[in-house]
């Protein structure tokens, strides 16, 4: 009898380290935009991290906007589809998402489950993820169909995925994010910890942090359901006027050079590592590592 390793995804996601799951149960929260600080963070941990971020958010798929990559193709090989490189040449950040194959990414994706369930198979299958420390799944709203389709068709890597939960601090987002955990509980993916996003506002001009609306409802919710709290981070309007640019602007490429950046290095990062989220999102991404270390351990 074949063991389940050897099977399309298990073969295929086999040189794979870690398998993170961002999840939130309630649409609007900034799961994609947490899912991409994570990618790009955990590039950054090393001079060899290699990661992946596979988008399977498949009617709403935002992330090649947010890296800048609206516009590129998948292109077939031999061994299967080659991801999308967001960092060109170094290749150490690989991309798949259902929007690099719409004729126009203002086109609707008006599929049913099955069809759905087909896509996310193919993504974990058919794509040449190759080696990678880290694979960043970005996922939908809700608990239907892609997250049960994920859980089914990654049972051979099991033991490899756990999961982060997104949150905003106010009630109904709060509830939802319940709903999340439950799914993982019930699922029996472990749950690294949990994010509160969008909790108070960073000013553009002195970047001092205020508490517009509520806070803390997600570290208490952490603390209730036995969680850790990865962090808050703040609406950050350089933060998403970076992310929110679809190609690479001329001007923010020559500041990247004038302060010593280099022309070949990875642009978006060090854009983003300027931002005032992105210590606090290394903080977050530290405890994760921390995270994953102790899971190891334990094994």
């Known amino acids: 009898m074949a063991s389940p390793e050897d099977t399309p995804v298990g073969r295929r996601l ?48 935002s992330i090649p906007r947010m890296l800048g990559l609206d516009s590129h193709p998948v292109h077939q090989s031999s061994d ?22 719409l004729k126009r990414k203002e086109d609707s994706v008006v599929w049913r489950g099955p069809k759905k369930n087909a896509m996310i198979r193919q993504f974990l ?35 490899r995925i756990s999961a982060v939960i997104v949150t905003t601090p106010q009630a109904v987002a709060l509830l939802d994010a319940m709903k999340c955990l439950s799914f993982t509980r019930a699922t ?9 996003n969008m909790s108070g506002y960073v000013c553009p001009c002195c970047g001092e ?9 997600g570290e208490e919710m952490a603390r209730r359901e036995g969680l850790q709290f990865l962090g808050s981070l703040p609406v950050d309007t350089e933060l998403v ?23 070949h290095s990875f642009r978006l ?15 977050i991404v530290e405890r994760i590592m921390n995270g994953l270390s102790a899971a190891e351990s334990r094994e």
């Open 80 to 101: 299967g589809w080659v991801p999308v490189y967001a960092d060109g040449s170094e290749a150490r950040l690989s991309c798949m998402s259902v929007g690099f194959l």
């Open 188 to 196: 029996s993916i472990p749950v690294l910890g949990l994010v509160e």
């Open 269 to 283: 990062l060090e854009l983003y590592e300027k931002t005032s989220t992105a210590p606090l999102f290394r903080a």
């Open 241 to 263: 006027s970076l992310l929110d640019a679809a190609e690479p602007d001329d001007q923010a490429s020559n500041a990247v050079l004038a302060e010593g950046g280099s022309p």
């Open 125 to 159: 299958s058919d794509v040449r993820w190759g080696e990678l420390d880290y694979l960043v799944i970005d996922t939908p709203p809700g608990t239907s169909d892609e997250h049960l389709s994920l859980v089914e068709h990654m049972a051979p890597v099991r033991s």
């Open 209 to 217: 942090i205020t508490n517009v609306f509520s806070t803390e409802g």
């Open 14 to 61: 086999q040189l794979v380290k870690h398998i993170i799951i961002v999840c939130s149960g309630k649409g609007g929260v900034g799961k994609s935009s947490v899912s991409t600080q994570l990618a790009l963070c955990l590039r950054a941990t090393s001079p060899t991290a290699r990661v992946g971020i596979l988008d399977v958010d498949l009617t709403g798929p």
